[in-house]
């Protein structure tokens, strides 16, 4: 493999295994709020015990979560200098604005989060939950606009020193809000928070299974619950929106997530396909015109395919993007019809008195972390060959003066760094979630793995 190929593995090797757990951080501080909240409103201890546990479980993600981000800004002066020379004007002002808006803002609170209970009075420490929410919620701003604007530049002019070429911010508002960035934060947002949700679900489902923290497990489920239905309700509306954006903007894209080849002609929407890109056709279960329809509210209109582009500028790996995207659109309907059934249920006062329900929360927990990761995929693999829109190719982002042994070398060390951070990530979460909620002793001997099982034995 070369330099690029390799280089490319890298990045999405690292940035996939950090971005489990900036998602678990947004989400978790919002149901931290939510518990806390309860807490001072109803004055049950109860909602204290939950935001205090879940603030442990919190701070671990959190801790993770910076140390494996660290990694990326070294990377883009190791791997892709000409990239980081060429935003390097668009990227320094937003990363100069997380470090303002969010990193300060979170660090300025999170001590108190973590070691205030019992040291500040409870609204103080409301405050600051609700403070490292926000940095949370602002760090996810920058990142996006600053992702966002490699989709869709703007508010910039292209300025050329020598031999060297950047793009200079012109206008930083319009940068901010360059045409995918909104669309895409409240995207990246209701994934977090679905995520936290489920975590949550998955936790005090599996307590509820074996029997243990019972009353407490059904309070937060059903905070849980509640919030996982909304945002996942409200990611379908945000997906649809997005979708509607990349057509106006990246059309080329949008066309591989469906595999749409004719240049101009009405589009069909798959279900599940496979795509022969020689062939330029795609077999599998469709809904004929039926992204013309979601485009346009006409069966009959047409839409750009790939075919209305040079060879040079069509995503190269159609049948990857078109896979990554449609998984992810399928687990985000799973989400929705199991957050429905759990409302349903829990309605008709069966939720918590049938096991297979909450077995399957216990387990779906992994759907919106696959999911988090598809769309990042597609999303990236879809603008390629451009790492900035229409403005630098991939190929020409490289550094110029790196190995490919020394790239795989890195890739190496990186891989065995970080599986045994998540296996110590594991294990920490794993005595964190037997410990439980409450400060006594876990049952020496026992583990997650080993309660899993008396509840199968008992099945």
Request: net charge negative; hydrophobic share 50%; charged share 15%.
């Amino acid at each position: 493999m070369d330099v690029e190929i390799l280089s490319r593995i890298q990045f999405a090797f690292t940035i996939a295994f950090h971005y489990i757990y900036p998602p678990l951080s947004i989400g978790l501080g919002l149901l931290m709020v939510i518990m806390e909240s309860q807490y001072i409103r109803t004055g049950k201890k109860e909602y204290e015990t939950l935001a205090k546990f879940w603030t442990k479980i919190f701070g671990l993600t959190f801790g993770v979560g910076v140390a494996t981000g660290i990694v990326m800004e070294f990377e883009f002066g190791t791997n892709w200098a000409t990239y980081s020379r060429f935003v390097g004007d668009v990227f320094g002002s937003a990363l100069a604005a997380e470090g303002i808006f969010a990193f300060a803002l979170e660090s300025g609170f999170l001590g108190i989060l973590l070691f205030g209970w019992n040291r500040v009075k409870p609204w103080v420490h409301l405050v600051s939950t609700v403070g490292v929410f926000a940095g949370s919620m602002f760090s996810a701003i920058w990142i996006v606009v600053a992702n966002s604007w490699q989709q869709t530049p703007a508010g910039y002019h292209i300025v050329s020193t020598g031999i060297e070429t950047r793009a200079e911010i012109t206008d930083f508002w319009a940068m901010v809000f360059n045409p995918s960035s909104m669309d895409r934060l409240m995207h990246v947002w209701f994934g977090a928070f679905i995520a936290g949700a489920f975590l949550v679900m998955s936790v005090h489902a599996y307590y509820l299974l074996t029997n243990r923290h019972v009353e407490i497990s059904k309070k937060a489920f059903k905070l849980a619950l509640v919030v996982a239905t909304v945002f996942s309700i409200g990611q379908l509306v945000s997906g649809h929106h997005s979708a509607n954006g990349v057509a106006e903007n990246q059309p080329a894209k949008l066309a591989a997530f469906e595999g749409h080849f004719e240049a101009e002609a009405p589009a069909d929407m798959y279900i599940l396909g496979w795509v022969d890109k020689e062939e330029q056709k795609v077999t599998g279960l469709k809904m004929k015109g039926g992204l013309s329809f979601l485009l346009h509210y006409d069966f009959d209109t047409p839409v750009t395919g790939l075919n209305a582009f040079p060879e040079d500028e069509r995503p190269p790996a159609v049948n990857a993007v078109f896979q990554f995207y449609h998984i992810m659109v399928t687990i985000g309907m799973l989400l929705i019809a199991l957050t429905l059934l759990g409302c349903f249920m829990w309605w008709r006062g069966k939720l918590f008195n049938r096991p297979w329900i909450l077995w399957i929360f216990t387990i779906a927990v992994l759907l919106p972390q696959i999911s988090n990761q598809l769309g990042w995929f597609a999303a990236e693999m879809g603008r390629q060959p451009w790492v900035v829109y229409g403005l630098l190719r991939t190929t020409d982002a490289l550094s110029v003066s790196v190995s490919e042994n020394q790239v795989l070398f890195s890739l190496i060390l990186f891989f065995v760094i970080y599986s045994i951070l998540f296996l110590l990530f594991l294990y920490l979460l794993d005595k964190k979630i037997r410990h439980g909620p409450y400060s006594e002793i876990p049952d020496e001997g026992r583990s997650l793995q080993s309660d899993m099982a008396d509840v199968v034995s008992r099945k």
